[in-house]
Each structure stands twice: as C-alpha cells, then as structure tokens.
C-alpha cells in the first residue's frame, strides 16, 4: 500500500521548502535542463509564484528518501503561471470553475539512476494488480499520491478545481487512470508541446475512486499529506520517550 511506503509532507517550513526547491533544482536544472543552472546558485530553484504556492514532498518511509515533490499555486486566476504560456481562462470560466488552483513543478524522483523522470516522462506502469493493491510503491503511485494530496489541500481551502499544463500523452495516461480530465485550450509550445488541462476536485475523482474498494479507500485516507513541522514534532516527541 502507498501510505506503508512513503508520506506525503505539506512543506510549512523553511527546511521542508528547501528541499523542494533542491529537488526541483536537480530535476528542472541539471537533469532536465529546462531552467538554467546558473541561474541558481545556491542550489535551489524557485521563482516569484513561490509565495503564493502550497509545497509538498514525499519521503520513502523505508530509507529516508525524497521521492517527489510539486506545488499548487492559490493566486488569484489571472495571476496563474500558465497565463504566460496559453489560453485557458475564459474556457475554464465558462465551465464555471471560479475558485482554481495551478499544479506544477511536479517530479518523481528515481535514484540514483540518471536521469530523473518528472510529470511529463513518466511512461504507463499502473497495471491491474496495482490497481487492486490500492496504488503500490511505483512512480505513478508516486504520481497519485501527489495529486491526492493536491486535491485534499484544495477543498480544504474551499476550491473547486486544479489546472494543469501537460503533455497529450501524459493526459492519456492520466484518463486511463479514470481522472476526468477536460482540455481547456488549444496546445501550447512550454517545453515541448503541452496543452491545458482542467480537474474538478470533486467530480474529477469519482471514477478513480470507484474502480476498486482499495482505490477509494486510498483517495478517502485520512493520511492524504501530514504538515512537515507536526512530522518533526511526533519524531522528536518518539525519541525523547
């Protein structure tokens, strides 16, 4: 099961931030080259929308690891990143999705084997055994784990939908996992060809989620993502004891 191998942090600190920003660094910098190394001295990669942005990471439970991270952006719709590269927002108004959030900066790390997969490599691995096992420890585990997370941090701030810029294959991949995703806009040139995507946090699921009793127990967990700094506290507590 997912939530035995890894945990998903909300990163609320300072510490949990920067190891987001140093996965992204060696992800988006030196494995992927999309943004350029010098760029970022310190090691970390992070831009302006950072601010306004939830952050979280995943940690292999077993060796300590960090296997993934992403953000969701909370600005305001037309403050969006993905405003930069397409058109979307009048198709997503007119679908009447109002309160939305933007998924990005979204890897799955693989040590220590080069080069590491991000969202937008990540090849079909969820298999029917899988499935019933209630998404095991692959990186589309991985995947589902991160954007279960996304979608519980965004209801629990009241909003109604997640957008998304990726490519045409991974939106397959991702339908064929039953998420109901709605193209917003015609593709775009953003690292390659990507086109916009919207995800309804609420009817968006309910295919997934109804697919097998593991899936929706997995989507219904209580153990969705657990804050960063209470983590550290029940470590610290489990030590002093």
Not at 121 to 149: F, N, P, Y
């Amino acid at each position: 099961m997912f939530d035995d191998q890894y945990e998903v942090l909300l990163a609320d600190t300072d510490e949990a931030r920067q190891i987001n920003y140093r996965l992204r660094y060696q992800v988006y910098c030196l494995d992927r080259r999309f943004e350029p190394p010098e760029r970022f001295p310190d090691g970390m990669e992070s831009d302006g929308h950072d601010d306004q942005a939830a952050h979280f990471i995943v940690r292999e439970r077993r060796t300590g690891e960090w296997r993934g991270a992403t953000r969701v952006i909370l600005s305001a719709p037309e403050e969006l990143p993905m405003n930069q590269a397409c058109q979307f927002l009048n198709n997503v108004r007119q679908m009447g999705a109002e309160r939305i959030m933007e998924m990005s900066r979204l890897l799955i790390t693989r040590p220590p084997t080069p080069p590491v997969p991000t969202l937008y490599d990540i090849k079909a691995r969820v298999t029917d055994a899988e499935q019933q096992r209630g998404a095991g420890g692959s990186d589309s585990a991985i995947l589902l784990g991160l954007i279960r997370a996304a979608q519980r941090y965004g209801l629990e701030n009241q909003l109604s939908h997640m957008v998304f810029l990726t490519t045409p294959a991974l939106a397959r991949i991702l339908r064929r996992l039953q998420l109901d995703l709605r193209q917003v806009g015609a593709p775009c040139e953003h690292r390659g060809l990507r086109a916009p995507f919207l995800l309804s946090l609420t009817d968006g699921f309910d295919q997934l989620a109804s697919q097998s009793e593991p899936m929706r127990s997995f989507f219904e967990s209580d153990f969705a993502y657990q804050s960063f700094s209470s983590r550290h506290r029940e470590r610290r507590y489990a030590l002093a004891s």
